[in-house]
């Protein structure tokens, strides 16, 4: 691909990524916004004591994932024997830059059933990624929120081999995820019925991680994304006109007409 046309269809990507998020939702994102700085100069109320209790446990079980720890984080503990695998479970969320402030209802969900997901045999390890705190990690993964990550990452071998990191992706809906929704999920089984991604932005094992590129493309989505939307399509107009015009090239002599006579 020429880089004329690569850049092309970059700033295309960004623009129609940015016509994907619906209109509601942004309209919803700048009223949270709103609501937020005047809540910020109103002095806030008595907090609800089982939510902040259930935020307490949350904090206490999970880990909090960075562009810099992932790696060492999501690992197999070392003290067990191969074969082994351990399962995580990543939680992604975000706050009024990542999520348009529409992320509090799976939070509030998510923190009250971590409790109940940890008490069950053979439980998981959790994690959780803030979109707003880790854009990069976000876009090296190509994720947003709010979903899941559940990981079943196995222990290599004593040759340092290991099979390939089993991914699952899954998208929650904002309005209407609840405690149930993690209870069928994860306890009655039902995230199996998802099929493992393979594609190129696995975590692990993508073509885009195993060359290095996750973390260059995470910047380059975050610099597209710090455009305005009109930005992008007034770029391409240039490019296209840049390119189309080179392509046609010099005009020759109109058809028809004669050379000058000897003189």
């Known amino acids: 691909m020429r880089p004329s046309s690569a850049l092309l269809f970059a700033f295309a990507a960004s623009a129609v990524a940015q016509d994907q998020i619906p209109l509601l939702d942004r309209l919803k ?27 307490k446990v949350a904090e206490a079980i999970q880990h909090e994932l960075t562009l810099e720890n992932w790696k060492d984080v999501l690992t ?7 074969p082994a695998t351990q399962d995580w479970l990543v939680y992604i969320t975000g706050g009024n830059a990542s999520c ?24 998981p390890k959790f ?20 979903s899941l990550y559940y990981f079943q990452i196995p222990k290599p071998l004593a040759d340092q081999s290991a099979p390939a990191t089993t991914v699952r992706f899954l998208p929650l809906n904002r309005t209407s995820t609840t405690t149930e929704t ?17 594609g190129y932005f696995h975590p692990f094992d993508g073509e885009i ?25 007034i770029l391409i107009s240039f ?3 840049s390119f189309m015009g080179r392509r046609a090239g010099p005009q020759g002599a109109p058809a028809g007409a004669r050379p000058a006579a000897a003189q």
């Open 182 to 198: 993690f209870k069928k999920l994860f306890v009655d089984g039902e995230y199996e019925k998802t099929a493992p991604y393979e």
């Open 209 to 233: 991680q195993k060359y290095g590129l996750a973390v260059p493309l995470a910047y380059i989505f975050w610099g597209f994304s710090k455009m305005p939307s009109w930005l992008p399509m």
């Open 100 to 123: 348009f402030g529409l992320c509090g209802n799976t939070t509030k969900a998510w923190n009250a059933s971590l409790p109940l997901l940890a008490a069950k045999p053979n439980a």
């Open 127 to 146: 994690a959780i990624v803030d979109c707003d705190k880790e854009q990069l990690l976000c876009n090296s993964w190509s994720v947003g929120p709010p």
């Open 239 to 241: 490019i296209s006109r």
């Open 76 to 82: 197999v503990d070392p003290t067990v024997s191969t």
């Open 29 to 55: 994102g700048l009223l949270n916004q709103a609501t937020a700085a005047i809540s910020s100069a109103v002095p806030a109320a008595p907090s609800n004591p089982v939510k902040a209790a259930s935020a």
